[in-house]
């Protein structure tokens, strides 16, 4: 047997046994809960790449598939103990997500009081709790964070590994969420990183900002960002802006500061605009367009435009489908992502598009 398929094997015991003990627990614990949940998201994707086209069974186009396990218990006193284990998965194929890790999407353990909350474990940077309910696209097709950097250590992923979280009370619609990570002597090129966002909410307005800085291997030097975000509710209608500025200096050279398909530069500008629409009481129709400006002597820029449409069948289940274009200049090669992936190579100097329509379910 595969080391990935017995990690599947061992998740797929783990998840049967939470749920044989699920009643058990509810019965003998007062103050102890224990919930499973998921989301299921699979698709088809067309993508022009230039040259050729690809045509995929995709997983996740809209949202990243995932199974979690959801956990509190109440300790008295004003405090509350808490877990969270939550795996991707690609349903194209049925294997772990996140390089095969089993719980490669989030794994935290916290502790609350009316102090706040300090969270252990891996998790998202906080620069994408202030991306992701801002971008029109949530980060699907045509996501945001194809030219906002969402803050962790690698661009493939938008979580960091051993992390601490500090999040705030509310005090009048305003949060402080911090993150640290350890690098942990660098073992296998771990990086530590510190991050933070502050964000108001009141009514149907969303606005804060979030500073993210990850340090190479020696943490001598730094890759930094400041990004700033709005986003407002007028009706059916919403509107929405991201802006960020960004120095990669622990993962571009003087030498090299930028590269013609890895978006982040030495030196770069990058800002978003875009909406929605409700259509009817169970339709939304959402836009947006990014502009990526390398600010180093490369100028490798782009501009991207993208659309989608989710119907809702139920509460938990939506129908989808959205089509992005990427206009790349003579020399660069990027590429259209969706929620779990980007989809490639791409020609230098070709625009690149994708057009992809699918079916999530929660439960």
């Not at 058990?24 to 989301?39: D, E, H």
């Not at 660098?186 to 990850?214: D, E, F, H, I």
């Not at 449409?309 to 990027?334: C, F, P, Q």
Request: net charge positive; hydrophobic share 40%.
């Amino acid at each position: 047997m595969t080391r990935q398929a017995s990690a599947l094997t061992t998740l797929a015991l783990a998840a049967l046994t939470t749920l044989g003990a699920l009643p058990a627990a509810a019965q003998n614990a007062p103050g102890t809960s224990v919930t499973v949940y998921g989301l299921i998201d699979g698709c088809l994707a067309s993508a022009d790449l230039g040259s050729e086209r690809l045509n995929a069974v995709s997983s996740g186009c809209l949202y990243g598939s995932r199974l979690g396990f959801r956990g509190t218990e109440d300790l008295g006193g004003g405090l509350q103990a808490a877990f969270t284990l939550e795996s991707g998965i690609t349903i194209d194929n049925g294997q772990l997500a996140q390089g095969g890790r089993m719980f490669g999407r989030k794994a935290l353990v916290s502790l609350s009081g009316p102090w706040g909350t300090v969270e252990a474990g891996r998790d998202y940077a906080p620069a994408f709790y202030l991306v992701q309910p801002i971008d029109p696209m949530a980060l699907g097709i045509g996501t945001a964070s194809s030219s906002l950097w969402t803050g962790a250590a690698s661009t493939t992923s938008a979580r960091n590994d051993n992390a601490v979280n500090y999040l705030s009370p509310t005090w009048g619609g305003v949060s402080l969420r911090l993150q640290a990570t350890a690098g942990e002597g660098g073992a296998g090129g771990a990086r530590k990183s510190q991050g933070l966002n502050l964000l108001y909410r009141s009514g149907g307005t969303l606005a804060g900002l979030s500073y993210a800085r990850v340090g190479d291997v020696a943490d001598d030097q730094h890759d930094s960002a400041f990004t700033l975000g709005v986003k407002q509710e007028l009706g059916r209608f919403s509107v929405a802006a991201l802006a960020q500025s960004g120095a990669w200096e622990a993962s571009r050279t003087a030498a090299a500061p930028a590269s013609t398909s890895s978006v982040f530069s030495r030196k770069y500008r990058s800002w978003l605009v875009g909406g929605s629409v409700r259509t009817g009481s169970v339709g939304k129709v959402s836009l947006s367009i990014k502009r990526y400006d390398d600010r180093t002597v490369r100028n490798f820029d782009f501009t991207q435009v993208s659309v989608n449409y989710v119907h809702a069948l139920s509460k938990r289940t939506d129908l989808y489908a959205g089509w992005s274009r990427l206009g790349n200049n003579s020399r660069t090669s990027y590429t259209v992502s969706d929620a779990t992936g980007a989809y490639g190579p791409v020609q230098a100097g070709a625009s690149t598009s994708l057009l992809a329509a699918g079916i999530k379910h929660v439960f």
